[in-house]
């Protein structure tokens, strides 16, 4: 089974991005990915993590190198 934490979330003006690190849990593991959505400041939150969690997901399906075991 698959378990998906968001840290912190920041919005980076700059950027114009919401940003957090997503913990994807597999199989005793735990694999941390820095991850991204674009949007403006007003976007909902429950649709940013959403983002989020779905960024993380494709970097970890995809066999990305950025990314650090804990």
Do not use: W
């Amino acid at each position: 089974m698959t378990q998906i934490n968001l840290g912190s979330v920041r919005y980076n003006a700059t950027a114009g991005a919401f940003e957090a690190r997503v913990d994807i849990q597999r199989a005793g593991q735990t694999f941390r990915y820095p991850c991204q959505v674009a949007g403006p400041m007003t976007m909902d939150m429950e649709r940013v993590k959403s983002g989020l969690a779905r960024h993380a997901l494709r970097m970890s399906d995809s066999g990305s190198s950025l990314l650090s075991h804990v």
